[in-house]
């Protein structure tokens, strides 16, 4: 029998540092102007210059040392670190550079990882499962909200054109027993989105036994929304994608 879990946030599940949530000291030249990363967690310490996001970012995926952002901001603590006469400051940038080497060393490990065509990913560890969405590639991500809100797309149109919501939805999604009663049209598309996710195909390795209900569904789509703030990215890989797209040949 599935097992229904209870939402918990994407960052629930991260990993904690010492100074995580210190943003003064956020390299001024980073403030000028729009920035934005290809990571999805890398933009999002642009967006809050909140360090926990580089650090997770790194237990991502151990590349983005190599981004821009992240060489400029470690290049600015560790000058920071040599030019500042205050004890205080001395010890957190310490201890941030230090948390670049703790976030090398927590790789995150993608074998209990299982992603999905709907944007969903199955996670298990230590005995703990749970449903999020991935970071990295970013094209997964937006996969997730991309395919959300197609099904609000289909809704309104439906809507407008005055057609059976539940009995067109059904027909094209191939799903049954939905209520369209909400006036949250957001509401009505998670249990779409929930219906069609639990009738998908498990991953052969997949050992998780949990069940993706609307709440959930909306819930992580407002989580990933979030995280892809500013962000902009050609995810269409049958598209022309930007040179910074995993799926283009170098």
């Not at 943003?23 to 967690?41: A, V, Y």
């Not at 992580?220 to 929304?225: E, F, P």
Request: glycine share 2%; aromatic share 14%.
């Amino acid at each position: 029998m599935a097992k229904i879990l209870e939402y918990r946030s994407f960052e629930s599940f991260q990993s904690s540092y010492e100074h995580q949530e210190n943003s003064n000291f956020f390299p001024p030249s980073l403030e000028i102007g729009p920035c934005f990363s290809r990571h999805l967690l890398v933009n999002r310490f642009l967006i809050t210059k909140k360090p926990k996001y580089l650090f997770w970012s790194i237990e991502s995926d151990s590349n983005v040392m190599m981004d821009p952002f992240c060489t400029e901001t470690l290049n600015w603590w560790r000058n920071l670190l040599i030019e500042s006469n205050k004890t205080i400051d001395k010890e957190i940038l310490s201890q941030l550079l230090k948390n670049i080497g703790l976030a090398l060393s927590r790789h995150r490990d993608l074998s209990n990882s299982f992603h999905y065509d709907s944007g969903f990913v199955h996670n298990y560890r230590k005995e703990d499962s749970y449903f999020s969405f991935e970071t990295h590639p970013p094209r997964r991500c937006f996969r997730l909200i991309e395919n959300f809100e197609k099904i609000v797309s289909k809704i309104e149109k439906i809507k407008i054109l005055g057609g059976d919501l539940r009995l067109e939805l059904e027909s094209k999604y191939s799903i049954s027993d939905l209520n369209t009663g909400f006036s949250n049209y957001n509401n009505i598309a998670a249990q779409v989105i929930s219906k069609i996710h639990n009738m998908l195909p498990k991953n052969k390795n997949d050992k998780t036994d949990i069940f993706l209900t609307p709440f959930i569904a909306e819930e992580i789509y407002k989580d990933a929304k979030a995280y892809c703030l500013n962000l902009e990215y050609i995810v269409d890989t049958f598209q022309v994608v930007d040179y910074w797209s995993p799926d283009k040949k170098r």
